[in-house]
Every structure is written in structure tokens, then in C-alpha cells.
């Protein structure tokens, strides 16, 4: 209080003090906030740069400049050249140098005209802030207080570097890495003295002198800076010599247009205007363009996209967003953003989450039969059944039926819970929505979260350590900008046992008839992949891995429109197998065998063994898991001593019955799966007088009726023969009927057994089969009536 009180007092005696401090802090405050707010508000180019610097990509900024923002840092060259043309005091001034203004007020003075300046490159940094202001005293005042303002609060690097950043060097080409790019095709740090020198010429009076233009003086003052640099000992002799003899930069070239479809998804990603130093490999993005646009020619599909990626980082590497050249037919389109049909891609993840759970070992026998589940039918691509397959081999060959047969098993919702928990993020309704159709293309993915997912998968194997087993996190998706954080990285729901088989059944060892010729992709053995055809032709999908990378490839029509003779196998995958080949050549995946065990199985069903079961085998499954329900397929049967007939202690001699292990499939299983495989027996018919409830339930064909009978046929309006419908009645109401027309599966019924068909004409012979394998068969010829 006292000490105020004394303050007050000599502020009431000393008023002229007191108004000047005021003044003084007025004056400080006005300096302080003499800048504008944002030094400058240029729009600027987006930057697309690869993982070492380089330019993959820029285009020219809103305001129709090649203007690109500032990196912060400038190359020494820049600095030497620069300070040396320009002013030469940069490092020791304030901002203003008292000692150039007074010669050039001398010059010009004796002179009697403005011969020459006193700028330093802070004033011009001012300058080039206060943009087309008139050169009036008061604007002159205020840049120089500005360049003051600008040396008190930025350091002389940040001022270097702002000006590289705004300098104009001709045309509409602003800032050093601009004009590298536009002038020398390359980047500011990677230019020659010669290069450099030539290019810190230009901010000086960018209008009258600039590559293409007034070469002959451009040539003067390159070699009068080089000379100065070598007189400042900046320059040895042999350096200056071979600066010279270097050619004048060219007329502004066209910037590089790498990764063009990353560059609109770095955009889209909110990284207009700014520099973007990407995971790409401009290299490899250069070969995988050129692959892509060489094997787009061969194909019927106008779109064609790729993404190569690392394993481990989850970088991509490559990405090629739309078939490179394309100027028609959706170029524009992003291809891995958009979503589409999945096709059978997303199968792998099924197999891969029945094993973890400890619902399936992996070569055990699925069933490959007729199918329907409420109003859906699955088919496979071939039309066929197989009766039963291992279900590695389902997997490889991509057979649609048993693979929705497991799905009814694993459940809809659970699997479309670990999709989206793997990282698949377009799964967006409801598991009833999509019903057991999700694991044959009824759900849309992108090719990006394709990538990102299978990049998982094989990651969860090669960064399996058994010390940390409940740590290992990693579920990430795939990114391009270089060190971004890799954020929430999760455990997988699949552990690295049950990837393992998964990529083991997804090696080229077995694959479906169509796609004969994978032989020849020479890298197939060293990578697990897949196809996927969408419905109608629509999509195309390859995507492989191996413990080093992930290559996806997407081929089909922008706008979701069929193409004719589309296939993933055939459309897609030469080009991914083509992509491999620039790859270094890599081992396959190291078994993570403290995550596996061996499991005894029934060497034919793939299922722990019976007593019944023959040979036993033993099979990789994820470890500690559920306990396998044992092998059903096998049965020990009692034979007479021929072996011929089956009997049973009530009408045989026991001490002659002999014991045999027998394998024996469902009958709608067996009968498609004998047709495939000549040794498979049928049990045995009983011994006379042995068969215990034989011939409780029967089949009776009601039409036609008769062995040899003769069906008439009409024939409809138009001349076609109309179809004939065959019926059949069954003592057991539970039964399926499974019709086969002369070898071939035709249908099933329930209840009613009743199937129209349209036979050719001659001879025919249908067969029923039920449920319990019992089958009826007749002959019959087909006559189509006359007119
Ligand atoms: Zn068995």
C-alpha cells in the first residue's frame, strides 16, 4: 500500500514521464502486432512426395500458381547463391543494413537517379507479403518496420526459408521447389550449383528474365554469381568450371503425375494445399503403373486398380487408384475407396475363425451337397456337387455351398462381428440384412480395406511371439502418409495358429478346374491368395500375400456394370502375379508352431478317429482349442465270411462274422461323391433273413408309373414342347428326395415330391435318392407329340 501510494505520488509529480512511458509501451505493443496475422494467405499446391522426398505428384494451386508450401528448410546451395546475389550481410543484419543503405543513397545521390537498392532479403520478404502494394514512402516505411518486426520474431532460417517458399522465379512458378521441379524435373535439394545459380537469378526481376526468355543475360549474371561464389571461396575452381559449362534450365516442364488417384484421396482426406511425404516407393509406383496400364490393354475391363503394401508397417508402397492413361470410362474415379461387391474374398476369414474357434481342423470333410435354407439355393460355380470335400480344399477352390453350410454353423452376426473387428469397415447393416448370402458377395467392401485385412491376417503370423502372445496387437489399416501414427492398433480375433492354416489352404496347391493355369504365375507357391468373381460379371478381385507384402488388384466397370467374361482368376489375377514378379522374391511363412498342435484324425474324414476309423493321420490345429466332435463317416460293419453280404449275430455263426471298418457318407453326400470316386463301397446288402427293418419305407414313382413307359409330350402354343411333371410318393413324410435325370442332379423336393423337367427325346432314366440313401429308379422314353 505504501509502496503504491508512493508511486501515485511521483506519477502526479512527473506527468511529461509518465506520458512518455505510456508512449513507449504504445510504440512496443503497435511493433509487436505491426505483422499481419497470417504472413501470407496464398493458396498452395497440393504436394505429393514419395517416402525419400521425391515428387510423385503436384498440380497447380486455386489461384492458377505453381506456388508449393514452404518445407521449412532451404538447401545450403540455396543459401549461398542467394545471399550472394542478393545480400550478402543476411546472417548479421537486423533486417535493414545500415551500411548498404548509405552507399546506395550515396550511388544513387551521385548519380541523380535509383541505380541501385538497399533490400535486404528480409525487406523482400516484406515486400513479397505486402503483395502489389503500391511502392509509396509510407508502404516502404512499413516494410521496413515489418522486415525489424520479422527479424525480432523468426529466426534466420525461418526467413530464408519463407522467402524460398514466396520468391517468384518467372511465369507463374513461386518458391525454390517449385522451380526445381518446373525447371529441372527434380528437387530443390538435388540441384547443381549450376541449376541453383540460375535459379537465384530470377527473384531479382523475374518478369524481364526467366528460362525461355532473355537466355543470353540469364546466362551474364548465372556466371557473374558463380564467379562471386568462387571468389568467396563457396566454389573450388573444378566446381565453377563445370557450373559453368552447365545448359540454362529449359521452359517450364510438366510436373510429375504419380499416384494421381492418392493425391485426390489425400485431398479428400483433408490435405488441400499442404505437403504430403507418403509411404510410397516412387520406384515400384512407377513399374506397378506401368504394369497395370501394359496389362489393362489385354483385358475386357476398363477400370483396373492396385495397392501394394508392407506387411509389417501396413505402408502402402504402391497405389494405383484407376488404370493409369485412362482419359474416358470414370479415369477420375477412385477406385479402393468405393465399395463393391465382395464376392468370395472374405471366405479365408471364415475358415480362418471355424479353426480358431476350435469348429473345424482343417482338412476335415464338409458336406457338398443340394442345399436349400429358406428361400436361398447356393450354387457352386461349377454346378456340381462334390458330396463331401475337405474343407481346405472348399476354401482353395472357393465352393459356394459348403461354404454357406459352415456359415449356418459359425453364425451371421458372429462373423460379421469379427469382419468388422479385422478390419473391414463398410459392413454397415444388420447381419439379417445381409443372412448367409454375406459370405458369397451380399455385403459391398473396398479394395483399400481388402488390402489392409488380408495384410493382417498375414501379419498376425510373421509378428507371432510366443512370449507375448496376448499383447500382440495387430489390427491396423493400411496407410500412405509416412510416420502417421498408427493408430488403435487391436488384437486380431484370429490367433496366429489359425492364420497360419489359413494361408497354408490359401497356397496355389489345389486349385478349381477354371483356373487351370496358375501353374504358370511362378511366384503362386510362395503366395497365399485368392479370387473373387461378384455376380454377373461385375468385379474382378485378386489379392495375395506373402510374409513381406500384400498385393490386391481390382478389375471391372467404374459404374458397376457388367463385362462380359470377367473373372477374378482370369481378369485379375495375371496382373497381380505380374505385380509379384517386381517384387523381391520372398520364403513362405514360418509356422507358428507354439500357437499349433498336432491332432490325430481319421486320415479320411479329417476328423479325430473313431474306433471305427481306419488309418489315423495327425493334422496342424490351433492349439488348446475346443474338443473335435470324432469322425461320423466311419462304421464298423459284420460281414459273413465272404464279405459280401451283412449279417448280425441273430442269423450268423458270430465265431464267422468278420468285423470291417467301413466309411460310409450321408446318401444325397454319397451319391454325388461315388460319381467322383470309383472305390467308395456302398454298405453291403443284408444276408437273407438278416435284414432287421429293411423295406419299412419306400418310394413309389406315380408318374410315370411303369418301367419302359412311353411319355407323350404336348407341345405349348408356340410350338415347344411343354415340361413333364414327374411325381413320387414317400412313406415317410421327413424325407428330402434328391431327382438325378440320367446321371445328372436335377433337384430336390420335400413333401411333395413332385419336379418338372424338360427331357430331350429318346431314353431316360430317373433316380431318387432319400435322405437315408435308399434309392428308386425308372426307364421311361420321351415322344414330343406333333403339331
Ligand atoms: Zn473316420
Not at 331 to 351: C, E, H, M, Q, W
Request: charged share 20%; hydrophobic share 40%; glycine share 6%.
Amino acid at each position: 500500500m505504501d509502496y503504491l501510494q508512493r508511486l501515485g505520488a511521483w506519477a502526479v509529480a512527473n506527468p511529461r514521464a509518465v506520458a512518455l512511458l505510456a508512449f513507449a509501451m504504445f510504440v512496443w505493443v503497435a511493433f509487436a502486432n505491426c505483422l499481419p496475422s497470417k504472413l501470407f494467405e496464398d493458396s498452395t499446391c497440393t504436394v505429393l512426395l514419395d517416402r525419400e522426398g521425391r515428387l510423385l505428384c503436384a498440380t497447380i494451386a486455386d489461384d492458377g500458381q505453381y506456388r508449393f508450401p514452404a518445407s521449412g528448410k532451404v538447401p545450403e546451395r540455396f543459401e549461398a547463391c542467394i545471399c550472394t546475389y542478393e545480400d550478402r550481410y543476411f546472417r548479421y543484419h537486423f533486417g535493414v543494413n545500415p551500411v548498404s543503405v548509405a552507399s546506395a543513397l550515396r550511388t544513387n545521390y551521385r548519380e541523380g537517379r535509383i541505380v541501385r537498392g538497399a533490400s535486404t532479403i528480409t525487406m523482400q520478404l516484406a515486400r513479397l507479403m505486402h503483395k502489389n502494394a503500391p511502392r509509396t514512402f509510407g508502404n516502404k516505411l512499413l516494410e521496413v518496420l515489418w522486415a525489424v518486426r520479422l527479424e525480432v520474431g523468426l529466426s534466420k532460417d525461418s526467413i530464408l526459408s519463407l522467402y524460398a517458399a514466396h520468391a517468384p522465379f518467372g511465369g507463374n512458378v513461386v518458391g525454390l521447389d517449385a522451380a526445381a521441379w518446373r525447371y529441372y524435373s527434380t528437387s530443390a535439394e538435388e540441384l547443381t550449383w549450376g541449376q541453383m545459380a540460375a535459379l537465384c537469378v530470377l527473384p531479382n526481376s523475374p518478369s524481364i528474365i526467366y528460362p525461355g526468355r532473355n537466355g543470353e543475360r540469364l546466362r551474364r549474371k548465372r556466371d557473374q554469381l558463380l564467379h562471386r561464389l568462387f571468389v568467396r571461396s563457396l566454389l573450388d575452381s573444378s566446381e565453377l568450371e563445370l557450373a559453368l559449362a552447365e545448359p540454362l534450365p529449359e521452359p517450364a516442364a510438366a510436373l510429375p503425375q504419380l499416384a494421381k488417384h492418392l493425391y485426390t484421396r489425400a485431398i479428400r482426406d483433408g490435405k488441400r494445399g499442404k505437403t504430403v511425404t507418403t509411404t510410397i516407393d516412387r520406384r515400384l509406383q512407377q513399374l506397378v503403373e506401368k504394369v497395370v496400364a501394359e496389362s489393362a490393354t489385354t483385358i475386357a475391363a476398363p477400370n483396373v486398380s492396385a495397392i501394394v503394401a508392407s506387411i509389417r508397417s501396413g505402408e502402402v508402397l504402391a497405389y494405383v487408384g484407376n488404370t493409369p492413361g485412362l482419359s474416358s470410362h470414370g479415369a477420375y474415379v477412385d477406385i479402393p475407396s468405393s465399395v463393391r461387391s465382395s464376392a468370395s474374398v472374405i471366405k479365408p476369414f471364415l475358415y480362418a475363425a471355424m479353426l480358431e474357434d476350435g469348429l473345424l481342423l482343417p482338412n476335415e470333410l464338409v458336406l457338398d451337397v443340394p442345399t436349400k435354407i429358406g428361400n436361398f439355393a447356393p450354387q457352386n460355380a461349377s454346378r456340381n456337387f462334390s458330396g463331401v470335400v475337405p474343407a481346405s480344399r472348399a476354401l482353395a477352390q472357393s465352393l459356394n455351398v459348403p461354404i454357406v453350410r459352415m456359415l449356418r454353423v459359425y453364425g451371421v452376426k458372429l462373423f460379421l462381428d469379427l469382419l468388422r473387428a479385422e478390419g473391414f469397415t463398410t459392413f454397415t447393416r444388420s447381419a439379417d440384412y445381409y443372412g448367409l448370402s454375406l459370405i458369397l458377395g451380399g455385403g459391398e467392401i473396398s479394395l483399400w480395406d481388402l488390402a489392409g485385412a488380408y495384410a493382417t491376417l498375414a501379419r498376425t503370423v510373421v509378428m507371432y511371439n510366443p512370449q507375448q502372445q496376448g499383447a500382440l496387437r495387430t489390427v491396423f489399416p493400411l496407410h500412405y502418409v509416412l510416420k502417421d501414427s498408427v493408430p488403435n492398433a487391436a488384437q486380431s480375433l484370429l490367433g496366429a495358429g489359425a492364420s497360419y492354416l489359413t494361408l497354408q489352404a490359401l497356397r496355389a496347391v489345389s486349385r478349381p478346374v477354371e483356373e487351370q493355369g496358375w501353374q504358370f504365375f511362378s511366384s503362386s507357391r510362395s503366395v497365399a491368395w485368392k479370387t473373387g468373381t461378384s455376380f454377373g460379371g461385375r468385379d474382378a478381385w485378386t489379392v495375395g500375400v506373402n510374409p513381406e507384402y500384400v498385393i490386391a488388384v481390382w478389375a471391372g466397370n467404374h459404374d458397376g456394370s457388367s463385362v462380359a467374361g470377367l473373372s477374378g482368376v482370369r481378369t485379375a489375377a495375371p496382373i497381380m502375379f505380374n505385380l509379384w514378379s517386381l517384387l523381391p522374391h520372398s520364403q513362405w511363412f514360418a509356422a507358428p508352431v507354439e500357437d499349433l498342435e498336432r491332432v490325430p484324425v481319421c486320415a479320411v474324414s479329417g476328423r479325430p478317429p473313431s474306433e471305427a476309423c481306419g488309418e489315423v493321420d495327425t493334422v496342424y490345429a490351433p492349439a488348446h482349442r475346443a474338443i473335435y466332435a470324432p469322425c461320423p463317416y466311419h462304421r464298423i460293419v459284420h460281414l459273413d465270411s465272404t464279405g459280401r453280404w451283412r449279417v448280425d449275430a441273430s442269423c450268423y455263426p458270430a465265431s464267422a462274422i468278420l468285423h470291417r471298418s467301413w466309411f460310409i457318407l450321408p446318401p444325397a453326400a454319397a451319391w454325388f461323391y461315388s460319381r467322383t470316386h470309383s472305390r467308395y463301397d456302398p454298405l453291403p446288402p443284408y444276408l437273407d433273413g438278416c435284414a432287421m427293418d429293411a423295406g419299412n419305407r419306400s418310394m413309389q414313382f406315380i408318374y410315370p408309373r411303369e418301367n419302359a413307359a412311353v411319355v407323350s409330350v404336348p407341345r405349348d402354343l408356340d410350338g415347344q414342347p411343354s415340361s413333364v411333371v414327374f411325381s413320387l410318393a414317400h412313406t415317410d413324410a421327413q424325407q428330402i428326395v434328391y431327382w438325378h435325370l440320367d446321371g445328372e442332379y436335377v433337384g430336390m423336393t420335400s413333401v411333395f415330391h413332385q419336379l418338372a423337367l424338360q427331357p430331350n427325346e429318346g431314353k431316360h432314366e430317373l433316380v431318387v435318392v432319400d435322405g437315408d440313401g435308399q434309392r428308386a429308379s425308372i426307364r421311361f422314353t420321351v415322344r414330343y407329340r406333333a403339331k
